[in-house]
């Protein structure tokens, strides 16, 4: 496998930057060495722009990412260059529904990296004031998302199971993907760096919606057809269910210690756990 990767897809949460969000000197030092050694590196996450760019600006990396889920590929730099929104109808139409369930509704957008997620009021108070404390650029209120909202690439809301699957329920009737997410509250917690502002999630379920065929298998490849590569040249590392297609897809995948049982046993390897170093370890075996 040495030798042969022209391209590294690392996921970031719970892979690339370790339990507390950080990123290591050692997996910053092995992502510069691979760049420097001609390998491209992307990022194929479920962040959106506002808190990716940072992190590739940080990393240094002028690969096209892969972002929001594989609903959105854009350059470092801002620019969109593939995205694949849910459409106005069914969005409207699932924002309306949810608001008739009284579910919160939150979306994020392909439109403009600089403003990229669109809560409405009934977002809780505390979560909203995690984000100003944070300083979270890309946040927008708006008082009805269908209406607001630009180019919508996923739609997300919460609440107590029971009311989920009712949600859900009537939602499989839309010609949408709907995706139940299992760790909300880890999830808000890492987006608002706040473990406070994560306890507002603390015991609901969540529903992810996005146009039907989204996967980060599908946005990498777009990527692959843009910079003529194959699947075979790739090495793509990542810790979730959302990764599985992903792993799959990729010529080599690689799943660190961390990561959910399933896609252990479907990953090609597995290395150690991002609190260990997992992305370098493997970076340094067959990279850099």
């Not at 984000?131 to 630009?150: H, I, K």
Request: hydrophobic residues 50%; proline residues 5%.
């Amino acid at each position: 496998m040495r030798g042969e990767v022209r391209l590294v897809a690392l996921d970031v949460d719970g892979t690339l930057l370790d339990s507390r969000g950080r990123l290591s000197a050692r997996v910053r030092q092995a992502v510069g060495r691979a760049t420097a050694a001609g390998v491209r590196v992307t990022l194929t996450t479920g962040r959106w722009p506002s808190l990716s760019l940072p992190l590739a600006r940080e990393l240094a990396l002028d690969t096209p990412l892969v972002l929001c889920g594989g609903a959105l590929v854009l350059r470092p730099a801002g620019e969109v260059l593939h995205r694949q929104e849910v459409p106005e109808g069914p969005f409207g139409r699932a924002v309306a529904l949810l608001r008739r369930l009284g579910l919160p509704r939150l979306a994020l957008s392909g439109a403009d990296a600089a403003a990229d997620v669109y809560c409405e009021e009934l977002l809780p108070e505390r979560v909203w004031t995690g984000v100003l404390q944070r300083g979270c650029s890309g946040w927008v209120r708006v008082a009805d998302l269908a209406a607001e909202v630009p180019a919508p690439l996923r739609l997300f809301t919460w609440g107590s199971p029971e009311r989920l699957r009712e949600a859900a329920r009537r939602l499989a009737k839309l010609p949408l993907a709907v995706r139940v997410l299992s760790r909300v509250e880890a999830d808000m917690a890492s987006v608002l760096g706040s473990a406070a502002a994560g306890a507002a999630f603390r015991g609901v379920a969540g529903l992810e919606l996005t146009a039907p065929g989204v996967s980060k298998a599908r946005g990498l490849s777009f990527l692959l057809g843009l910079l003529e590569l194959d699947p075979r040249q790739v090495l793509a590392v990542g810790n979730d269910h959302n990764d599985r297609e992903l792993l799959r897809y990729a010529g080599w995948g690689v799943a660190v210690g961390n990561a959910v049982p399933e896609l252990k046993a479907l990953a090609r390897e597995v290395t150690a756990s991002n609190d260990e170093d997992g992305v370098a370890l493997i970076l340094e075996k067959y990279v850099a």
